[in-house]
Structure formats: C-alpha cells, structure tokens
C-alpha cells in the first residue's frame, strides 16, 4: 500500500513539472523576455531634467511664483535615444489636475532631431531651437507658462511630453492654440516620453 502511495506521489509530481515547463514557468528568461521596456533601459527613449527627478517637486524657479517673470522659466530638459525615423520634436506641457481640465501650459513644436536638450529660460528668455515655434497656451501667450495650480488645491501633475515625429508641423501664419495643433502632432507621432514634476500651492 506504501509502495502504491509514493508511485502515485511520483506521478503526480512528474505531471506538475511537465506542466510548468509546458506554460513557460521556468527561470529560462521568459518572464524578462516579456517585460517592458522602461526609461531605465538604457537604450530607452528618455526625458530627464537637472532641475528635477520624475515625480518630485518642480522647484519654485521654474513656476508662475518666481516673480520676474511671472511665468517663471522653462526648466532645463535633455533627452536621447528618440525613434529611428524621428524628423523633429514636440514638446507639450500639461496639468490634468486643473480645476477646468487638461490645462495646456507650453507647446515648442518643430524641435530639430538633431537636438538633445533646452537650456533654462529657453521659453520666455530664449533662445529657441532654430526652427522651432510655440503655440498659444491656455493663458493666450504664445510661451511657456509655469505651473500655477489655484491655493489649496492640493499636488498637481505637471507633464512634459516630449514627442518624436515623422514630418513636421509646420509654422503657421498666424498663432494657433496649442488645442488646435495637437490633432496634427498626434498623427505624426512615432513615439513620446513623459516627465512628471509636481507643484502645490
């Protein structure tokens, strides 16, 4: 009877075994084979700023409380590895916290693909990219706008997404809102990464 016990027993775990090799649940590298890539990659799309880390508080610099100018200054911002085919950038800057929704604080659009970085103060100060224009955001101004989220309501996400195009935009003959051009950028676009920064008043 003993002998009948530990057949079963022998059985039973030889079927388990050739299951788990039949679902790929083994340490033969499946599991990484299947895990996305991410900004940590270091052959990743990426978007950083030494002003800055992802998720963390947007320094007072570069926000609508700096002073002079009211609009603060664009951050310092670097990015490598962008999408073969890439043509030119957008870069947009967004809050979804906003009391009335997706507000759009900066559009640089028509970014050369052969730059890699904007240096602090590129928008209101300058200079730009040559080439390069800005939309109108949603304060009427055709430049960057830091964040400036109401008092007392809580953490904001400020996201800059840099986004890496097949043809370019175009300049317009007159400003346009950044709304208006994000249609046209979404059709050209062949890849994107984000940084978060966060600001609370």
């Known amino acids: 009877m003993r002998r009948t016990v530990w057949l079963l027993f022998a059985v039973f775990s030889f079927a ?15 599991q990484a ?38 609009t603060g200054y664009s951050p310092p911002l670097a990015w490598s590895n962008p999408p073969a085919g890439t043509v030119a950038f957008a870069l947009t800057l967004r809050d979804p916290d906003a009391p009335s929704g997706d507000f759009k604080h900066w559009g640089l659009i028509d970014i050369p693909a052969d730059v890699t970085s904007l240096s602090e103060g590129a928008s209101p100060v300058g200079p730009l ?29 400020y996201n800059f997404v840099l986004i890496a195009l097949k043809k370019k935009i ?32």
């Not at 388990?16 to 499946?30: P, R, V």
């Not at 299947?34 to 508080?57: E, I, K, R, V």
């Not at 809102?177 to 609370?200: H, K, R």
Request: glycine share 14%; proline share 10%.
């Open 170 to 201: 175009g300049n317009p003959a007159q400003p346009i809102q950044l709304g208006a051009v994000l249609p046209q950028i979404e059709q050209a676009t062949i890849g994107s990464v984000t940084l978060t920064g966060l600001y609370s008043r």
């Open 129 to 157: 990219p040559s080439g390069a224009w800005q939309a109108v955001n949603d304060t009427g101004e055709a430049a960057y706008m830091g964040p400036c989220p109401p008092h007392g309501n809580g953490v904001h996400h």
């Open 16 to 30: 388990l075994l050739l299951g788990g090799f039949a679902c790929g649940n083994t340490d033969g590298g499946q």
């Open 33 to 70: 084979a299947n895990t996305p890539a991410t900004n940590d990659d270091p052959g990743s799309f990426a978007l950083t700023s030494t002003a800055f880390q992802s998720m963390s508080t947007i320094p007072k610099k570069y926000t609508c409380d700096q002073g002079q100018p009211k």
